[in-house]
């Protein structure tokens, strides 16, 4: 999963706060109800449905486009044209049931289960649109470039003079006169003058839908200048909306969009048992009590050299049963060289998350190094537990020491 967040430089960074992400059809539909200006279009699971589709929407040309969790369809295939709708059953056909790889899906690829079916319309201009959060500052920014139809990443690295933002009062939210501004820095062409009142209209219709919807992430890419009937308009053409999950609770409808096939089946696992789990690139795993201590732990890993290879929080009152869980889903994960986990004992005592690992060391084969660091309520009994058992484990006496027991034993595992 991406997940965005930017410096103070403009430049997009990963935030591994954990997101529910929906596909472009629903996002589509959340904007629109906001009044974001879209393109007909609708969903459809098979060929037929496509072209039934297709039909309806009585187009001179259409544009199919798969629907999976990540960017860079376009560039794998995923995105075709078409000039009728036998043609867009065609190529539902080819996109239905395949395996599409795309940069920012691995080499795995994603199975494309459904097609987004669309009027395809001659574009003007593109530019990129977005809010999200400036974890600098910790206030939400409006960012833009008229690079639009690429991926802002590399506008960020290779030309960042062509990202404008704008950063949002919390105490105000975002202003009319804000979004204008923001409209007249981005369409810089005297030319297309005329469209800056419906692109600001478009801009505060974007931030109502972050803030109502408790996005953490809103996204137009591209955001085109198109002309219909001798007029220009300004239309979201791509779009991308990431949802807190912690908020969900309060849009059920919006939580009824979650695909489970799009989902990592560990994360999926994980959340369904009530742990707090996201799977990393790197090789340590990490099972940590509390969310600040698990972002520390992960902070001191990098800091010695090594990689976390996931966020994992049990939670300050899990049982036994649950700390054997999520061992099983640390040690379910083939990159995984060690394990390091660190606990501070409060309401979760020291001897529950001892008991947990022993517990999940006799139903899964434990064949990495393992570190545990116990700090807290019943320590010195957890401590106990871990030297009696016959676990090859390495006993650190603080948080630095277990990060580079756990660096090494990656290392050279």
Not at 34 to 43: D, F, I, Q, R, S
Not at 302 to 320: I, M, R, W, Y
Request: hydrophobic share 40%; charged share 20%.
């Amino acid at each position: 999963m991406i997940r965005h967040a930017i410096n103070a430089k403009g430049v997009l960074l990963k935030n591994h706060t954990k997101n529910m992400n929906i596909h472009e059809y629903q996002a589509k539909q959340i904007l629109e109800s906001y009044g974001v200006n879209t393109l007909p279009g609708e969903v459809a699971k098979t060929p037929e449905e496509a072209e039934t589709v297709a039909q309806a929407l009585n187009c001179n040309r259409y544009v199919v486009k798969a629907q999976i969790h990540a960017g860079g369809r376009g560039k794998g295939g995923g995105i075709k044209i078409a000039n009728s709708p036998a043609e867009v059953k065609q190529h539902a056909e080819t996109l239905l049931g395949m395996q599409l790889v795309t940069p920012q899906t691995g080499p795995e690829g994603k199975r494309v289960r459904k097609v987004l079916i669309a009027a395809a319309v001659e574009i003007e201009k593109e530019y990129y649109l977005a809010v999200l959060l400036d974890r600098e500052t910790s206030q939400l920014t409006l960012i833009g470039s008229e690079e639009g139809g690429v991926n802002i990443e590399e506008v960020a690295a290779q030309t960042p003079e062509k990202i404008i933002r704008t950063q949002i009062d919390p105490a105000f939210g975002l202003t009319e006169f804000q979004a204008r501004e923001f409209a007249y820095k981005l369409i810089t062409d005297t030319s297309y003058r005329a469209i800056i009142p419906n692109a600001t209209a478009l801009i505060l219709s974007l931030y109502n839908a972050f803030t109502e919807c408790d996005c953490s992430l809103v996204e137009i890419n591209p955001l085109a200048i198109i002309t219909t009937d001798n007029k220009l308009d300004i239309v979201a053409l791509d779009s991308k909306v990431n949802l807190d999950d912690n908020s969900l609770w309060r849009h059920p409808d919006i939580a009824e969009m979650r695909d489970p096939h799009e989902e990592d089946p560990s994360e999926l696992e994980a959340s369904e048992s009530g742990l707090s789990y996201i799977r990393l690139d790197g090789d340590i795993g990490c099972m940590v009590n509390g969310a600040g201590l698990a972002m520390a732990t992960m902070d001191i890993i990098k800091q010695n050299g090594g990689e976390p290879a996931n966020f994992l929080d049990v939670g300050g009152g899990a049982s036994v049963e649950a700390v054997a869980h999520a061992f099983r889903l640390i040690l379910a994960d083939e990159n995984v060289k060690a394990v390091l986990v660190n606990i501070f004992g409060g309401i979760m005592k020291c001897d529950t998350i001892a008991n947990g690992i022993v517990e999940a060391a006799k139903q899964v084969e434990l064949n990495v190094p393992l570190v545990v660091r116990l700090e807290g309520t019943n320590v010195e009994l957890g401590k106990q537990i871990i030297a009696e058992s016959d676990l090859n484990v390495q006993q650190a006496e603080g948080l630095s020491e277990a990060a580079q027991l756990a660096v090494t034993a990656a290392n050279t595992a």
